[in-house]
């Protein structure tokens, strides 16, 4: 079945430091979207990306769509507590229905 | 999202039982899709509906059945709950037009003992 791979299953940073979580594919997908979902919370889309190596920002957010459309990657530069939280990748393979990744926890140490 | 709703968002039943989660939603989209949610699983895909005469099998779809009443409503149903169905359940929404975001409920915390 069609599958995306997400890298780490959980991250502990210091308040401050940076974070990237990592998503694969092993087929192209039609298009990337990134949620969060907060400690008790429900997955809220962050945002989509389309295009063969787009690169879109969102305040400290910083995310990428491989060349391939195969990956994609979610930066946080200098973390802060609000980015506590589950990140979800999740592919469209042309089908119209999304894969989830499995997600990357993130912690703050304060 | 308060636009998508479900009920209840708490249950605890025993093995056998028939159970039935219910999803609505306000924002007028065509599409709907029941999510189990398992620690470090991710989200995985029950059912799916793009209208309300469709209705499509996820890649876990054993041991659950669903209806869409309505544009608006969703239900999922586990006919003889047991035990490894213990998860956090979660509806979500789509428009048809822009294939663009998928918008949550506040899930549903089932436990089946």
């Known amino acids: 079945g069609q599958q995306v791979m997400q890298i780490p299953q959980y991250q502990h940073v210091q308040e401050g430091e940076d974070f990237t979580t990592y998503c694969n594919s092993s087929t192209t997908l039609s298009n990337i979207q990134w949620y969060k979902q907060r400690p008790g919370g429900h997955p809220v889309f962050l945002i989509q990306l389309v295009k063969s190596g787009e690169v879109k920002k969102q305040k400290r957010l910083t995310f990428q769509f491989g060349e391939a459309k195969k990956n994609s990657s979610l930066h946080i530069t200098a973390t802060q507590t609000t980015d506590v939280g589950t990140y979800f990748c999740?592919?469209?393979?042309?089908?119209?229905?999304?894969?989830f990744g499995t997600g990357t926890r993130l912690t703050i140490i304060p | 999202d308060a636009d998508v709703t479900q009920t209840p968002r708490n249950r605890i039943t025993k093995t056998g039982k028939r159970i039935m989660l219910e999803c609505s939603q306000t924002k007028g989209h065509d599409r709907m899709y029941w999510y189990r949610q398992d620690p470090g699983l991710g989200l995985r895909l029950i059912y799916y509906?793009?209208?309300?005469?469709?209705?499509n099998k996820g890649e876990i779809s054993d041991g659950y059945s669903v209806s869409r009443q309505a544009q608006a409503k969703f239900s999922l149903s586990l006919e003889s709950a047991i035990p490894n169905q213990t998860a956090l359940y979660f509806c979500?929404?789509?428009?048809?037009?822009?294939?663009?975001?998928?918008?949550f409920g506040p899930g549903t915390r089932l436990t089946v003992l």
């Open positions: 509906s793009f209208d309300v005469k469709d209705i």
């Open positions: 999740a592919g469209a393979f042309g089908n119209e229905k999304l894969t």
């Open positions: 979500a929404t789509s428009d048809l037009r822009d294939r663009g975001p998928f918008y």
